[in-house]
């Protein structure tokens, strides 16, 4: 049974910054598509960022670009993302993602980011 555990969300003042956390198991960490998603209260789930098994390649949606950084380690089964110069458009509650395939496909319970402005 595949499990992911976020961690690392809490309140912080606009500017400031936070890491989150994400530790997987019953899952082939190092071939899978690891991402962030977050969903702000009324909105949809939105992608934030991902990165290959290799951790070369990565991607970010525009608005975090420069300010996020997704990065893994395959040998704890962990992915982070570091938050930097948070603003309160950032709040929502932040979701660690495993896409291993089409139909296996996994998602955490999320962390709560909340920015004060």
């Known amino acids: 049974q595949v499990h992911l555990v976020e961690s690392g969300g809490g309140l912080v003042q606009a500017g400031g910054s936070l890491r989150l956390s994400c530790t997987g198991s019953g899952l082939t960490f190092r071939r899978a598509v690891m991402g962030w998603f977050r969903q702000a209260p009324g909105k949809e789930r939105e992608f934030v960022a991902n990165l290959q098994w290799s951790g070369g390649n990565t991607n970010y949606v525009d608005s975090v670009k420069g300010r996020f950084t997704i990065s893994r380690d395959n040998a704890k089964n962990m992915v982070y993302l570091q938050m930097n110069n948070l603003k309160p458009e950032d709040t929502a509650l932040y979701y660690c993602?495993?896409?291993?395939?089409?139909?296996?496909?996994?998602w955490g319970q999320g962390t709560q980011v909340t920015v004060s402005s």
């Open positions: 993602n495993a896409k291993e395939s089409i139909v296996r496909n996994y």
